[in-house]
């Protein structure tokens, strides 16, 4: 009978990923580790591309539907445990799931080269300046407005996209043809490092007329021919790369990132902060336009130095620093949240309007001298440590605080002095042409007023 245990401990549990579809290229460490394991999980299809590695005495499990259910299961199964992943199970993968279900340090990860990787090596690129956007394992509007929104950004060279059933190759290829005003080269590649790789590419602006493919010995063919060869493939777990033909390439600055020397690109060429679809935010709560407005007033982001430090609490997607960098582009804001994955998405978004800012996870009061040196603080996500974050706050700097509870409203307020209610009705069309109104929550903005000569 198979040993089992209810436990979880020292790193039983592996997560390897395998760069190719076929199974076939594999790290000795990973194949190593799975020679080694009593219980396999993964897909069905993986499991089958590994039969010529798997033995008999080893059990397999499939993954269940939902996948979150396998780990309910893993602490019955017998150790050590091998769970198969594609690529980099760190991107879009198995790994969040695994870091919120499991104990900490009870399993570890052995990343593959992602496709994406490959997908550039394979053209013989960089791709430290290119843009990547998943559309497996994730929203796929967010996805949509996204990619749209980095089509508009000319500073923009390079795009990688992770394909899903829903939208795979051919789709991304159509649907970047479709959304870029400039002309993009697209490259699609599907069943990276097995036999059946196959790496298709055109023009966008060639596509209504004549497109073409690399593959060895190809010729030019219409778009017609690339239809009929792409219609073959399985293209849901392909990678579509785009490089932008342009001759602007070497006179637009290179996509700035969080660690980069201060960069702006044209605010004409930025999504505006103020617009209810410009910000990533993958279903994550965040603050609507018309709070930002009021919150960005109660701070007197107008009346603050050259180049003043403003750090914004419980930050959440980024959407106050951000929209305080737009209306004033030389401000250094830095970021303070304790969610790695919403910090994740307040890089891109800093990213995707090309600004800078300082990131740093953890709880608003645990880095209390980033309070001290700034001139503007924002509070948000809820919080209710106001008084605390008040008590580092100097006493010639701006100070406001968004609330959603009555009772953290009336206690900000008492604290602070200063108390409004933020309430936002938008219309919708009714059957017949008229309109109704249908009311946001209502947010509570406290702030500390200032005598304007205060210095």
Known sequence: MTETSNEIGGTEISIVGLASSDGKW??????????????????????????????????????????????????????????????????????????????????????????????????????????????????????????????????????????????????????????????????????????????????????????????????????????????????????????????????VPRRPTTSSPLQRISHLNRPSAFSSRAFITQDNPFTKPEVRAVILSKLRIDWLEPNAQLVDLGAGVGTVGISALALRPDLNVTFVEKNPHRLDIIRRNLDLFGFTGNLIQGDNCEFPEVISNSEAIFLGGGSSDFERVESLVPHNSSFAVASASLEHANR????????????????????????????DNPVFISWRELNQHDT
């Open 26 to 251: 594999i790290q000795p460490a990973v194949m190593e580790k799975i020679r080694q394991a009593k219980s396999i999980v993964g897909s069905s299809s993986k499991i089958a591309k590994l039969s010529w590695l798997i033995e008999p005495d080893q059990e397999v499990f499939e993954f269940p539907s939902p996948m979150v259910d396998i780990f309910d299961q893993i602490p019955t199964m017998a150790k050590p445990v091998v769970v198969l992943a594609s690529g980099d199970p760190g991107y879009f993968g198995i790994v969040r799931l695994a870091g919120e279900r499991l104990p900490k340090n009870s399993f570890e990860v052995f990343p593959s080269a992602s496709s994406v990787a490959w997908a550039f090596a394979r053209l013989g690129t960089n791709w430290e300046d290119a843009r990547v956007i998943s559309f497996h394992g994730r929203n796929q509007n967010d996805s949509l407005d996204e990619l749209a929104n980095v089509l508009n950004n000319p500073s923009t060279m390079k795009l990688a996209l992770i394909s899903s059933p829903t939208y795979d190759g051919r789709a991304l290829g159509q649907t970047i043809a479709t959304m870029a005003t400039d002309e993009w080269e697209i490259h699609i590649f599907s069943d990276l490092l097995s036999e059946q790789e196959s790496h298709f590419a055109y023009s966008t602006r060639a596509y209504s007329t004549r497109a073409y493919s690399t593959r060895a010995n190809s010729t030019k063919s219409s778009p017609q021919e690339l239809e009929s060869q792409l219609a073959g493939k399985n293209l849901d777990f392909a990678v579509v790369v785009a490089i932008r033909k342009s001759d602007r390439y070497d006179k």
């Open 412 to 439: 900000a307020g008492a604290l602070l002095g200063n108390l409004c209610q933020v309430s936002v009705s938008h219309s919708v069309s009714l059957a017949d042409g008229t309109l109704r109104l249908v009311s």
